[in-house]
């Protein structure tokens, strides 16, 4: 994998939701290496914040951890507003914060499908809603929303996950056309089985790993690669890219 720096994305400004653990902090990185100056964005863990955030000033670039409840529309204003003052108005967004509360249809708790789909999905709308009219001003703007093949094929046990990813396709679809016109790209990324606190023991469960051509899970790495590609493309808008090792063909 390439280690260097990149100038790229030089003087971007990058607002990463779930930025501070798994693909998020991998995606940090990785626009940080392309010289992207990076807005973390989290809701627990200060000190992994933290540590990302010196990751990327080790990189050159300028970074700031803010802590903000995705799901909560006004705070989500407020912590877009803030990165302005600071850093910038933002001129890429990756939707990547997401929880799981995992249990049969038959028996989930009404709280556990709403939580997951105002934290997955209402996240995403809401920092789009307040991020889209700084990129409107600017006729420029990337949006990147991290889906899943959950959201696609949908999921035993992961009714709402699945419910909130496949959400995040149609939203990101609806807005590559409300905002094309202003020069600004929305895409979707779909992992499969990825290494991440997340996932847990399923990255070394080999029923799960027989379903998988290339026979392995995903490295947060190689999805923030492909992040770092939407965010240097200008000419790709409403899809919805897979990044699997072939587990859905």
């Avoid at 049969?104 to 789909?117: A, C, P, R, T």
């Avoid at 990129?135 to 909130?164: C, E, L, P, T």
């Amino acid at each position: 994998m390439f280690t260097g720096v990149f100038t790229m994305l030089k003087n971007k400004i990058c607002l990463v939701t779930g930025g501070s653990r798994g693909i998020g902090a991998a995606i940090c990185e990785e626009l940080a290496r392309r010289g992207a100056d990076i807005a973390i964005i989290y809701c627990g863990s200060a000190g992994k914040a933290e540590e990302i955030r010196q990751k990327c000033l080790n990189l050159g670039v300028r970074a700031q951890a803010y802590k903000c409840d995705v799901k909560n529309f006004g705070e989500c204003g407020e912590t877009v507003k803030k990165i302005a003052e600071e850093l910038g108005s933002p001129d890429i967004l990756v939707n990547n914060a997401g929880i799981t509360r995992d249990g049969l249809v038959m028996s989930m708790k009404e709280e556990d499908f709403n939580d997951v789909i105002g934290v997955n999905l209402g996240g995403a709308f809401n920092m789009i809603r307040h991020c889209s009219r700084g990129f409107i001003r600017k006729k420029s703007g990337k949006i990147i929303n991290i889906s899943s093949v959950a959201g696609i094929d949908g999921n035993r046990g992961q009714a709402n996950y699945a419910a909130s990813k496949a959400g995040i396709i149609g939203l990101t679809k609806s807005v590559a056309k409300e905002l094309g016109s202003r020069g600004i790209c929305c895409n979707a990324i779909a992992p499969g089985l990825i290494e991440t606190d997340m996932t847990g023991g399923m990255t070394e469960n080999e029923e799960v790993l027989a379903h998988i051509p290339l026979a392995r899970p995903g490295k947060p790495e190689e999805v923030a690669m492909l992040a770092a590609f939407l965010a240097e493309s200008d000419y790709i808008t409403g899809e919805v890219i897979r990044i699997d090792g072939g587990m859905t063909l």
